[in-house]
C-alpha cells in the first residue's frame, strides 16, 4: 500500500464521527490530566482502560493515546502559571517557563509551548509514519531469540536511563518479571504463585498495579505535605507569540522535534528524556546560556517540542515490534492485546485501519489541542485553583473504580491497595517503579522468548549469540550496564538524573 | 538513606531467597527443557544477589549529605494511615452494602476525615461526586456494581 492510500485509509477511519468524538474526548482528558498534578496521563489511561473495552480497538487506542500527547500540552499550562508540573515530562518547562510568567508574558510561554508541542505533534507523527513500515518489514525476520534479547535491551535502557541507583532498579526489574509470573504458566498451563487463590490463576493484572504504584501511592506521598500550590496571578495576554519569540524559537523547536522523537524510540526514553536532553542542549547552542533559568524562551520551546515529539517516537517499538518503552506504552500494548490486535511486526499488514487510523488521529488531535490550549487556556487555569484536598478524593474515587471494572471483583481493588502501599513506600526508599512496571508487562514475553529459543536451540545459549540482531542487542545491554562503573559517567549520570529528580 | 538501604536490601533478599525456593518446588528443567520454576528460580536468585550486593554497598561507600532529616521525620503520618484503612473497609464492605452506600460513605470520610472541610461542603461533594460516578459509569458506560442492601430497590 502506497503512502498517499494508506493515508487515505487512515482519515477515513479517524475522521468517522465516533472516532472524532472519541478523539476530542481522549485528548481533552489527557489536557485535564496534564493540568492538574497528582495524576499523570499512565494512571489516567489505567482507569479508563476498561471503560474502551466495549468499543472497537480503533477507538479505544485513540482516546488511550488522545489522553498521552494531551497530557504532555496540558502539562505545561501548570508549569508556566504554578511551577509545578502537572506530569513528569513538564518538569523543565517550570525553570523558564514560570520565570517567563512571573515578568507577565505568561501568554508567549503558553503559546510558543503550544505551537511547538503542534509542530512536534504532526512531525513526528510523518517520521512515524516513514520509519514504522519500514521497522516492521525488518522486524518480520526476528525471532524468539532477537525478541528476548530486544526486551534485555529495552528493561536495561529503562534501568539505566531513569534511576538513580541501578542496583535498585534492577532489584524491581527482577521483582517484576517474577510478578508477570503469577499466574498460569504460559507453555505448560499449570499455576504459579498463586497460594490457591483462584483471583490470581490468570495472573495479577496491569490496571490495579499502576493505578496502586502511581495513583494510590502519589495521593500517600501528597498527604504527608502541606499544599502550597500559588497560581501565579498574571493577566494572560499575547498568547500568539511574536516574531522575536519564534526567531529565538525556531531552532529549539527543530532540534527538539528531531531529538525528541528518535529518543522516543529508545525504550526508557519518552517525553521525559527527551525533555530534559532538549534543555540541556538548548542551553549549550544559546549564544546566552546565562539568561537559561531566568525566562528564556528557548528553555519553553524546546523541551515543550520535544516532550511531545518524545511521545510520538514512543509509538515506534510499540506498533513495530510490539515492546512497549514505556509503562504508557505497556498499557497500550494490554489494550492491544485485550482487543485482539497485537502489535507486532505484522500489525500494519493485517490491520492497516488501525494503524494508519491511529496514526491520522493524532493528526486531528493535534489539531483538536492547539484549540483547547489556547482560546480555552482560562478554563484550564480556573481548574487549576481546585484545591488538592477536593481533587485526591476524586482520583482515589477515580482508581477505585478503574479497579474494580477490570474483572468486577473486590479482589482487584485489593491488590491496588497494596500496590499502593507498596509504591509509597519505594518512593519513601528511593526504589524506581518503571522498572519493575514494565518488567512486569515484559516478562511474560520474556519468559516465553527465552525458553522457545532455548527449545529450538536444544538448551544452547549460544543461540543469542548467533544471530546478529539478537547479539547487538545483548552487548548493547552489557555496555549500559557497565558503563555506569566507569566514575567520570557515574558522576555525569547521577547529575542529570539528580536534576531532573 | 544507606542504613535505609541496609535494612531493605536485607528485606529484599529475604524475598529473593523465597522466591527462590518457590521457583525450585515448581522445577527448574534443564536448559534443553525448562519448566515452569526455571525464571523464577533464576529471578530469585539475581534478585537475593543484587539485594546482598545492595547491602555491602550500604556497608562500604559513603552515603549522602550528613545530617539529611531521615525519611520519617515531621512526616504527617496519620492521614495516609486514616485513608488506607478506610479504603481497605470499603473494599471489604463494597459487595454487602452496595456501590451507592460504601462509596458515599468513604467519600464523606475522605472529605471530612482526612483535609477537613465544613459538613456541608462535605456532605454536598460526597452526593455530587457519588452521583456523578455512578451515572457516568454505572448507567452511560453500564459497569455492573453491587447493589447491596439497595438491591430491593433497583429490583435485583
Same mark, same amino acid.
Given at each position: 500500500m502506497d503512502f498517499l492510500s494508506a493515508m487515505q485509509l487512515g482519515f477515513s477511519t479517524a475522521l468517522q464521527p465516533l472516532n472524532i468524538l472519541y478523539c476530542f474526548i481522549g485528548v481533552f482528558i489527557g489536557t485535564l490530566i496534564g493540568v492538574l498534578p497528582g495524576i499523570g496521563p499512565s494512571g489516567a489511561i489505567a482507569i479508563l482502560m476498561p471503560v474502551t473495552f466495549n468499543i472497537p480497538s480503533v477507538s479505544a487506542i485513540i482516546i488511550l493515546a488522545g489522553i498521552y500527547y494531551g497530557a504532555m500540552y496540558g502539562g505545561s499550562t501548570t508549569s508556566i502559571l504554578v511551577n509545578i508540573p502537572g506530569e513528569a515530562a513538564s518538569v523543565v518547562t517550570c525553570i523558564d517557563g514560570y520565570q517567563m510568567a512571573r515578568k507577565g508574558r505568561a501568554g508567549p510561554a503558553l503559546g510558543i509551548s503550544a505551537f511547538g508541542s503542534f509542530i512536534a505533534g504532526i512531525s513526528g507523527i510523518i517520521l512515524l509514519a516513514v520509519l514504522a513500515p519500514s521497522l516492521a518489514q525488518i522486524a518480520l525476520d526476528f525471532g524468539p531469540p532477537e525478541f528476548f534479547s530486544l526486551m534485555i535491551l529495552g528493561l536495561t535502557l529503562v534501568i539505566y536511563l531513569g534511576s538513580a541507583s541501578m542496583i535498585k532498579a534492577l532489584m524491581m526489574a527482577a521483582f517484576g518479571v517474577v510478578l508477570g509470573c503469577i499466574?498460569?504458566? /504460559?507453555?505448560?498451563g499449570n499455576p504459579r504463585l498463586t497460594y490457591g487463590i483462584e483471583a490470581l490463576f490468570d495472573g495479577v493484572d496491569l490496571i490495579p498495579v499502576i493505578m496502586g504504584l502511581f495513583g494510590i501511592s502519589e495521593v500517600l506521598i501528597n498527604l504527608e505535605k502541606k499544599e502550597q500550590r500559588e497560581i501565579y496571578e498574571t493577566e494572560i495576554k499575547g498568547l500568539l507569540p511574536t516574531r522575536e519569540d519564534w526567531k529565538q524559537s525556531a531552532k529549539p523547536i527543530a532540534r527538539g522535534t528531531l531529538l525528541g522523537f528518535f529518543l522516543g524510540i529508545? %525504550?526508557?526514553?519518552?517525553a521525559l528524556l527527551a525533555s530534559f536532553a532538549s534543555y540541556a542542549i538548548e542551553k549549550k547552542f544559546s549564544?546566552? /546560556?546565562?539568561k537559561f533559568g531566568t525566562g528564556a524562551i528557548e528553555g519553553v520551546a524546546g523541551p515543550e517540542t520535544a516532550n511531545n515529539a518524545g511521545t510520538m517516537g514512543a509509538m515506534v517499538p510499540l506498533l513495530t515490534l510490539g515492546i512497549p518503552s514505556n509503562v504508557v506504552m505497556a498499557l497500550l500494548l494490554a489494550a492491544l492485546m485485550i482487543h485482539g490486535? /497485537? %502489535?507486532? /511486526?505484522?500489525l500494519i499488514e493485517s490491520h492497516p485501519d488501525l494503524f494508519w487510523g491511529i496514526l491520522a488521529s493524532m493528526i486531528l488531535g493535534n489539531f483538536l489541542l492547539l484549540l483547547l490550549n489556547l482560546p480555552l487556556i482560562g478554563m484550564w487555569v480556573q481548574i487549576l485553583k481546585v484545591p488538592y484536598k477536593v481533587l485526591s478524593p476524586l482520583i482515589i474515587m477515580f482508581c477505585l473504580i478503574g479497579a474494580y471494572s477490570?474483572?468486577?471483583?473486590?479482589v482487584d481493588i485489593v491488590i491496588m491497595l497494596f500496590f499502593g502501599g507498596l509504591g509509597y513506600l519505594m518512593k519513601k526508599y528511593e526504589y524506581d517503579a518503571a522498572p519493575l512496571v514494565l518488567a512486569f508487562i515484559l516478562g511474560p514475553m520474556l519468559e516465553t522468548a527465552l525458553r522457545q529459543s532455548l527449545i529450538v536451540s536444544h538448551g544452547s545459549l549460544y543461540i543469542f549469540l548467533q544471530r546478529p540482531y539478537s547479539l547487538i542487542s545483548l552487548i548493547s545491554a552489557l555496555i549500559f550496564l557497565v558503563l555506569p562503573l566507569i566514575p567520570f559517567i557515574r558522576k555525569k549520570r547521577k547529575k542529570l538524573i539528580a536534576e531532573g529528580g | 538513606m544507606q542504613r535505609n538501604d541496609r535494612y531493605t536490601s536485607i528485606l529484599w533478599a529475604i524475598l529473593g531467597l523465597y522466591i527462590a525456593y518457590e521457583g525450585y518446588v515448581l522445577k527448574l528443567g534443564t536448559l534443553k527443557d525448562p519448566k515452569s520454576g526455571f525464571l523464577i528460580f533464576w529471578t530469585g536468585m539475581v534478585l537475593a544477589g543484587l539485594s546482598f550486593i545492595l547491602f555491602l554497598q550500604s556497608l562500604f561507600i559513603a552515603g549522602p549529605v550528613n545530617g539529611k532529616k531521615g525519611i520519617w521525620e515531621g512526616i504527617e503520618w496519620r492521614k495516609g494511615t486514616k485513608m488506607m484503612i478506610a479504603l481497605f473497609a470499603y473494599a471489604l464492605v463494597f459487595k454487602s452494602l452496595g456501590f451507592i452506600v460504601s462509596t458515599f460513605f468513604l467519600l464523606l470520610f475522605l472529605f471530612k476525615g482526612i483535609e477537613p472541610q465544613k459538613w456541608k461542603t462535605a456532605l454536598v461533594l460526597s452526593s455530587v461526586t457519588m452521583v456523578v460516578c455512578y451515572m457516568v459509569f454505572g448507567l452511560f458506560l453500564e459497569l455492573q456494581f453491587p447493589s447491596g442492601i439497595l438491591s430491593g430497590l433497583f429490583g435485583q
Open positions: 499466574g498460569q504458566d /504460559p507453555i505448560l529508545v %525504550p526508557g526514553g519518552g549564544k546566552h /546560556p546565562e490486535t /497485537p %502489535p507486532g /511486526p505484522i477490570v474483572h468486577l471483583n473486590v | -
